[in-house]
Each structure stands twice: as structure tokens, then as C-alpha cells.
């Protein structure tokens, strides 16, 4: 299985909402990514779980809140989010470690916040 | 400051030609990555490399580290390469991916 799953692709909430996207993979890796990606951009860093444990945090916004509850699940906490967070939300995993780094990503949550 | 520099930013091509996408980098790192994003999100990569040069199938990367320059070869172009083609490279000093900005490629029958 070198798959990375994300649900929901997609995902409309309002700003009172609170909603949440969810991340798997069974590779066995202990690195993964939450990342955001506006239309046309490249993807954007947001937090960094390295052995199931918070190793980066590109300064976030509190709306946002990850959680790592294995070492195959990532979830992304989303509340009282604002118009301007509507994005495509993109989980990764890799290998931890130098020289083996493949990057995996997965298909992506499209999110529109109305 | 872009540590990751990617050109062109598009590209429009005639089914069967041979395509060039550069990608030059300022940091040390450990692997540079190309991926692949079509239209819709889902992100592929394509390979991952730390020297030399890689092929798979149409595809050929190459990397140059002591220029910090690598690029992406794409040899008989067909309108399903249409796609975004972005450079990420893994810094040697942590888990942080840089992604370069993307190039737009069109691949007209």
C-alpha cells in the first residue's frame, strides 16, 4: 500500500463550523505534512508530526489544530475558520530521515469556507 | 527569498517534442524531489534524487549538486503530461521541504 488517504475531498463549511480532515497512510512512515495550497501557488508548509509528535509549526493560526493519534493517522481540526482559509489542504508522509525522503501526498481536501 | 527558483513558469508544447523544466536551488540539501500536480489537486511524485540522473519510462531528471541545479526532461510530449511539475528539495538540516513555484505545462495535440 503506498497510498496516502485523505477524506473529505471536499469540505464546505461556514465560519461557525467545526469540521475536521482526516489523513491515513501504512507505509510505516514517521513523518507527516499538513499543507495548504492556494490555486496557482506551490503548497505551503503548515505543521510537520515526526514520530507522532509536533516537530514544526509554521505559525498557524489557533483555528487550526492538528492531531496525531497513531503513527498512521493525522487529523486537522478546523474551527471559526475565516473566507480566506478555502483552499486545497494537502496531507504528505515520508520516511524519516535524509536519502529517504520520498515524498507521498494524497489527493487533497478542497475546503470552501462561506 | 525563494530558496527554490523553477523555470519557465509555463510552458506550452506540440504533441511530441522534447521538454526542458529547470529548477535551481540555494540550500544545501539531502534529495531534490519532482512532483507532478494535475488539475484538481492530487500531487505524484515523480522521482526523487541525490545525484546523477534518474529515468522512468518518457521521463529523465538529472541533478548537479555542486551547481545546485537539477532538471526534468520530458522526451515525446503528449497532451496527458498536461500538468503542474513543481521542484521541492529536502534541506540537510531538517524536515522541511522548499517547494519551487511551479511550472504550467500544456501539451497541445
Known amino acids: 500500500d503506498t497510498e496516502v488517504t485523505q477524506t473529505p475531498k471536499h469540505l464546505v463549511m461556514g465560519m461557525t463550523n467545526k469540521k475536521s480532515l482526516k489523513c491515513e497512510q501504512h507505509?510505516?512512515?514517521?513523518?507527516m505534512y499538513w499543507y495548504k495550497q492556494k490555486a496557482k501557488k506551490p503548497p505551503e508548509l503548515m505543521f510537520v508530526?515526526?514520530?507522532?509528535?509536533?516537530?514544526i509549526n509554521e505559525s498557524v493560526p489557533s483555528r487550526f489544530s492538528p492531531e496525531c493519534p497513531n503513527s498512521s493517522l493525522l487529523n486537522l481540526h478546523l474551527h471559526a475558520l475565516q473566507p480566506e482559509d478555502s483552499a486545497l489542504y494537502l496531507c504528505?508522509?515520508?520516511?524519516?530521515?535524509?536519502?529517504?525522503?520520498?515524498?507521498?501526498f494524497g489527493e487533497g481536501s478542497r475546503l470552501t469556507v462561506l | 527569498k525563494n530558496e527554490v527558483e523553477q523555470s519557465p513558469q509555463n510552458l506550452t508544447a506540440q504533441e511530441g517534442e522534447f521538454i526542458t523544466i529547470n529548477c535551481s536551488y540555494s540550500?544545501?540539501?539531502?534529495?531534490l524531489h519532482w512532483l507532478q500536480q494535475h488539475p484538481g489537486g492530487g500531487i505524484v511524485s515523480l522521482f526523487m534524487?541525490?545525484?546523477g540522473k534518474k529515468k522512468h519510462g518518457r521521463l529523465i531528471a538529472t541533478i548537479n549538486i555542486q551547481e545546485k541545479h537539477s532538471s526534468l526532461h520530458i522526451t515525446a510530449s503528449h497532451p496527458r503530461d498536461s500538468a503542474v511539475y513543481i521542484c521541492?528539495?529536502?534541506?540537510?538540516?531538517?524536515?522541511?521541504?522548499?517547494f519551487g513555484t511551479g511550472t504550467s505545462l500544456t501539451v497541445i495535440p
Open positions: 508530526y515526526s514520530y507522532e509528535k509536533l516537530s
Open positions: 521541492a528539495v529536502e534541506p540537510n538540516t531538517g524536515n522541511q521541504f522548499y
Open positions: 534524487l541525490s545525484s
Open positions: 504528505a508522509s515520508s520516511q524519516e530521515g535524509s536519502l529517504s525522503g520520498e515524498l507521498f
Open positions: 540550500v544545501g540539501i539531502s534529495a
Open positions: 507505509m510505516g512512515h514517521r513523518a
